[in-house]
Every structure is written in C-alpha cells, then in structure tokens.
C-alpha cells in the first residue's frame, strides 16, 4: 500500500478524496519508516539475547516515533499535493525541512540495516545458504534505499543551492533505485521461505482428534 501512494495518479487521487494536500505522500513515507522499524525488530530479534530483546525494541520504536512525530509536524506547515510534495525540486522551505528530514532518517536506517542484514547473511551462510541468499539479497535492497535517500536529497539540496545536479539523478536513478529496493527487499524477506512447507495432518488425525475432545466433554 505504501509503494501504492507513491503512484502520482492515485496520490493526488487520494489527496482529493481525503480533502488534505499531500497527505498521499505523507502516508507512504510513513509506511517506509515502518518498514524500516520492522526490520530492524526482525534484526533484534535474531541477534539480541532473550533479556535485552525488550529493551532493545523499546528504544528502537522511541526513535521511529520521535521521527515520526516530527514529519508529521513538518507536514502540516506545508499545503502542497502529493506529487509537489515527493518532488525532489522543493519550491519552499517547508517542503525541503520535511522531505530532507524523511531522506536523512531513511538513509540513516537503511545504512544500519544494510550492515546488520549483510552480517547475519555472513553468519548464516554455512548451516542455512537460503536462508543467508535471502538476507542478502535484503541487505541489497536496503542498499538500494540508501542509494534512493541519499541520490534524492543531494538532488534536493542541489535544487536548493541553485546548482547544476544531472538531470539523470532524478528521472533514472532515483526510481531505479526505488524501484530495486522495493523488489530485492521483497524478495530477500520470502526467499527464506522456499522449500518450506506446512504440513497439515491427515484428516482422519483431525477427525479423531474432534471425536476426543467432544468425548472429554
């Protein structure tokens, strides 16, 4: 849903819809830093011992909602609509605060989660090789957001700035880059589950199972 909003056409679609400029933009950005906060819990998950698990997750979700709390404060001093709002030509500093503030936090995370998903990949390689292709292959894509954050923002400050800045960085690399993100974090986070299977019991097991409990009651 979150990559959804960021379809200029369905963005100023729901701009309309919901009567607020830009908050099309403001929910998929939204989504991103979730997404980044659940895989940094994934993370803490698999490399935190069981006592710090908590704590480790608390601090994590304390950030993410300081971040949070301060975009959404950045975007109500702004009335643009969606597709002005995710341009990386910003027309007012309003726009430049909010969108430097989500690139900045989004290049920041996707950093840490690139080095963490890439040392799991290492560690796991060994006893579990899937498991370890699907974490780098996650790794890659958070590589990929990096790229995306810190291309976007340099386009920003540029425009800001009034500098020459290629005009590929916008119209070819920016979603390229977006676009592999998306892809190999999907792909990274299910290839895990390859050659997993549930398996259910034979009917009769259940059959019989149901014949008990109703006996026991």
Request: charged share 10%; proline share 4%; net charge positive.
């Amino acid at each position: 849903m979150g990559s959804l909003l960021t379809v200029p056409s369905f963005a100023l679609t729901v701009d309309e819809l919901v009567g607020r400029n830009g908050i099309a933009t403001l929910g998929g950005h939204l989504a991103a830093i979730l997404a980044t906060l659940s895989l940094e819990i994934v993370s803490v998950n698999w490399t935190h011992p069981t006592s710090g698990i908590r704590r480790a997750v608390a601090g994590r979700i304390v950030v993410v909602g300081c971040v949070i709390a301060t975009l959404t404060w950045e975007f109500h001093l702004t009335n643009v609509n969606s597709f002005e709002l995710a341009s990386a030509s910003p027309d007012s500093a309003e726009v430049a605060a909010y969108m430097l503030t989500h690139l900045g936090f989004l290049a920041v995370a996707a950093t840490v989660i690139t080095l963490r998903y890439a040392g799991l990949a290492r560690a796991a390689w060994p006893r579990r090789r899937v498991a370890a292709a699907g974490l780098a292959v996650t790794a890659a894509g958070t590589l990929s957001g990096v790229a995306y954050a810190v291309t976007r923002a340099g386009t920003a400050i540029a425009h800001l700035a009034k500098s020459d800045w290629p005009s590929t960085m916008e119209t070819h690399i920016v979603p390229t880059a977006g676009a592999l993100a998306t892809l190999f974090i999907t792909v990274g986070l299910s290839l895990p589950l390859i050659g997993q299977r549930v398996v259910l019991p034979p009917r009769r097991w259940i059959a019989a199972g149901k014949s008990k409990q109703t006996a026991r009651s």
